[in-house]
């Protein structure tokens, strides 16, 4: 080969172009990224360089891991805003109003990151946004930090599948406070028994569902009607963390006929207000009411009766394998999370001490 000659780059590989007259950086790097209609190559400039060195090795980087070249400064908010549109607009799959209310919240939170280069972001950044503290001067609850690292994973696959970037650091940023931190005061026996006691009167009956289930409020209301199987006696599902999703919850005998009875009234929907499938809103507001109605004056949110039903199992003296899989919470002592039939009657036994 002649001497001065320069290697011929592989078809895709992208140029160094010297460009005319006196510049500072006259050697722009340009990447070939798609086609024109004729299917002519449209190149992009990856950067402007001093000297051709420089140059070739910006285009060796870019080869070893290619990145969108006109996202490669997308930021924080852009990147939001198109990953947003795409999964809840383009994607052609029906999502509910909490679950767009959750993302929108989540990314409310991340205004430390808004102006920032997503691909400059590292595991740092992300455990800054997860580890702020909130209005009351305290760490974010777990459920709003376990909504902003949904959002950074989704985030960080989407920028990955878009080549925006050729890493996801929000893997490695961590929820920093633990699971059902959410503040609650169980009820006492006084007030589980006045429950019992007004039993027919409207909507107690739901409160004594999840009292004896554990369910956290939208885990039951959104619980599709095939997942209360009334034949094998149990609940399955779970919104959360993966040690909650479809986790299988015996039917306890105290709430089985409440269930039946709200199933068959409501066509096989489990909480109705005002003829529309209940919300968690919608339910809140009416559970501070029944209590209220009844005599209950002791402030009480639904949350409080997934407390109560752990310090039921506790009392009962079940066994805290039993009381992590029912209530869905990881546990060093669970290997599997498969239920087999043997394990579905543990914990019906255990469910049933209460």
Same mark, same amino acid.
């Given at each position: 080969?002649?001497?001065?000659?320069?290697?011929?780059?592989?078809?895709?590989?992208?140029?160094?172009?010297?460009?005319?007259?006196?510049?500072?950086?006259?050697?722009?790097?340009?990447?070939?990224?798609?086609?024109?209609?004729?299917?002519?190559?449209?190149?992009?400039?990856?950067?402007?360089?001093?000297?051709?060195?420089?140059?070739?090795?910006?285009?060796?980087?870019?080869?070893?891991?290619?990145?969108?070249?006109?996202?490669?400064?997308?930021?924080?908010?852009?990147?939001?805003?198109? #990953?947003?549109?795409?999964?809840?607009?383009?994607?052609?799959?029906?999502?509910?109003?909490? %679950?767009?209310?959750?993302?929108?919240?989540?990314?409310?939170?991340?205004?430390?990151?808004?102006?920032?280069?997503?691909?400059?972001?590292? /595991?740092?950044?992300?455990?800054?946004?997860?580890?702020?503290?909130?209005?009351?001067?305290?760490?974010?609850?777990?459920?709003?930090?376990?909504?902003?690292?949904?959002?950074?994973?989704?985030?960080?696959?989407?920028?990955?599948?878009?080549?925006?970037?050729?890493?996801?650091?929000?893997? #490695?940023?961590?929820?920093?406070?633990?699971?059902?931190?959410?503040?609650?005061?169980?009820?006492?026996?006084?007030?589980? $028994?006045?429950?019992?006691?007004?039993?027919?009167?409207?909507?107690?009956?739901?409160?004594?569902?999840?009292?004896?289930?554990?369910?956290?409020?939208?885990?039951?209301?959104?619980?599709?009607?095939?997942?209360?199987?009334?034949?094998?006696?149990?609940?399955?599902?779970?919104?959360?963390?993966?040690?909650?999703?479809?986790?299988?919850?015996?039917?306890?005998?105290?709430?089985?006929?409440?269930?039946?009875?709200?199933?068959?009234?409501?066509?096989?929907?489990? #909480?109705?207000?005002?003829?529309?499938?209940?919300?968690?809103?919608?339910?809140?507001?009416?559970?501070? %009411?029944?209590?209220? %109605?009844?005599?209950?004056?002791?402030?009480?949110?639904?949350?409080?009766?997934?407390?109560?039903?752990?310090?039921?199992?506790? %009392? /009962?003296?079940?066994? $805290?394998?039993?009381?992590?899989?029912?209530?869905?919470?990881?546990?060093?002592?669970?290997?599997?999370?498969?239920y087999t039939h043997k394990t579905i009657e543990e914990l019906r036994q255990a469910i049933e001490m209460i």
């Open positions: 080969m002649p001497r001065g000659r320069a290697l011929k780059n592989p078809n895709g590989y992208g140029s160094v172009v010297k460009l005319s007259g006196k510049r500072r950086n006259p050697f722009e790097v340009r990447v070939n990224t798609r086609m024109d209609e004729r299917y002519y190559p449209i190149y992009d400039v990856l950067g402007r360089f001093p000297n051709r060195e420089e140059a070739l090795i910006a285009l060796a980087d870019y080869n070893k891991n290619p990145f969108s070249v006109p996202d490669r400064n997308i930021t924080f908010a852009q990147l939001y805003e198109k #990953f947003y549109k795409n999964k809840y607009e383009l994607s052609g799959k029906t999502y509910s109003q909490s %679950s767009m209310a959750c993302t929108r919240s989540a990314y409310s939170r991340c205004g430390a990151l808004y102006d920032l280069a997503y691909r400059k972001l590292r /595991a740092d950044d992300f455990r800054t946004v997860l580890g702020q503290q909130g209005s009351s001067g305290k760490p974010l609850s777990h459920a709003m930090q376990e909504h902003i690292k949904n959002l950074f994973t989704q985030m960080d696959k989407f920028a990955l599948q878009n080549d925006i970037t050729e890493k996801g650091y929000a893997t #490695f940023a961590s929820i920093t406070v633990a699971e059902d931190d959410t503040p609650g005061v169980p009820f006492t026996a006084t007030e589980l $028994q006045t429950l019992w006691d007004n039993k027919d009167v409207p909507w107690v009956d739901s409160i004594l569902i999840y009292i004896y289930s554990g369910w956290r409020v939208s885990e039951l209301i959104q619980m599709p009607t095939e997942d209360i199987d009334l034949t094998a006696g149990t609940f399955k599902g779970g919104l959360k963390t993966a040690a909650g999703k479809n986790r299988i919850v015996p039917i306890h005998s105290k709430i089985r006929h409440f269930v039946e009875h709200r199933l068959e009234e409501n066509h096989g929907i489990l #909480f109705i207000i005002k003829e529309r499938p209940a919300t968690a809103q919608t339910y809140t507001r009416l559970f501070k %009411s029944t209590l209220r %109605s009844i005599g209950i004056t002791t402030y009480h949110t639904p949350h409080d009766c997934r407390h109560t039903f752990t310090s039921l199992l506790d %009392s /009962a003296g079940v066994n $805290q394998v039993c009381i992590d899989r029912l209530i869905g919470h990881a546990s060093g002592s669970l290997t599997t999370r498969t």
